[in-house]
């Protein structure tokens, strides 16, 4: 299938009031996008949507809140795009964590990727088209200290990536799934010298726009696809057959 186009229907961005998530709604509304934003500050999406022009809709919500989220995506008609890119960061040692507070982390970064995505999907499953650009990490293979939490709860965000696959892949082609680590950021969730928001933003775009249903279950790191490991049987007839997949770049 082509890449989506404003033609097919707005972008949804979550987390869209700040860093990585204000920066690709921008870049989307500069390609001709109707975005929708979704934040819990109301006057950062407004901030937002000075960027965007009148293009942009701000959609003030907590992406944990499945009631919120229902209603506020029932007002957009078409989409075209989901970007689960909505994350909280709260740097807490295990020991200062509560039951209470581990699992608001896990209503946001998990709960809120699959809220929004069970949202998006009453408008994408009848049409049989449509993307979803999971925003991940690796946390959970190599968690840092003072990060249970969030390691926890983006590591089973890429598990969900990996179900939703499961219930759609044979049904649902045309609706596009994948995972995309942006890379550090110079963002407050990053580090003061990470990669421009602006930067990443362009490689997210680029990669949420693939229509192509080969793009479903893949996984890319900054602006470069991270193929899957081979085991060695198969490595064996990929030497025999003189094959050699090379990963995609954006």
């Known amino acids: 299938m082509t890449d989506f186009t404003p033609k097919d229907g707005c972008v949804v961005v979550t987390g869209a009031g700040s860093g990585l998530g204000r920066a690709m709604a921008a870049a989307f509304a500069g390609r001709g996008f109707r975005v929708a934003g979704t934040g819990r500050r109301a006057e950062a999406l407004e901030e937002t949507a000075g960027l965007c022009g009148p293009e942009f809709t701000a959609l ?4 944990a809140d499945w009631g919120a989220v ?5 007002t957009l008609g078409p989409v075209a ?18 039951g209470e507070s581990f699992a ?12 929004c995505t069970r949202a998006v999907l009453e408008d994408m499953a009848p049409r049989g088209r449509g993307r979803i650009l999971n925003v991940a ?40 799934v994948s ?15 990470g990669v421009a928001p602006e930067v990443s933003a362009e490689w997210g775009v680029r990669l949420a726009l693939k229509g192509d249903v080969s793009y479903s279950g893949s996984v890319f790191e900054m602006d470069r696809e991270i193929l899957p ?18 990963p995609r770049v954006l």
């Open 60 to 63: 003030p919500m907590d992406v």
């Open 70 to 74: 229902q209603a506020g995506f029932a």
């Open 81 to 98: 795009v989901l970007v689960n890119n909505a994350a909280v960061y709260p740097h807490r040692d295990i020991l200062a964590e509560s």
């Open 104 to 115: 608001a982390t896990m209503g946001v970064n998990l709960g809120g990727v699959v809220n």
């Open 137 to 176: 990490t690796f946390a959970d293979l190599n968690p840092l200290p003072a990060s249970s939490a969030y390691s926890v709860s983006k590591g089973a965000a890429r598990i969900f990536t990996r179900a939703l696959l499961a219930d759609l892949g044979d049904r649902l082609p045309g609706i596009v």
């Open 179 to 193: 995972d995309w680590m942006p890379g550090m950021l110079a963002t407050t969730m990053g580090i003061p010298d």
């Open 229 to 246: 490991s081979r085991g060695m049987k198969a490595k064996v007839r990929d030497m025999i057959l003189m094959r050699r997949r090379r």
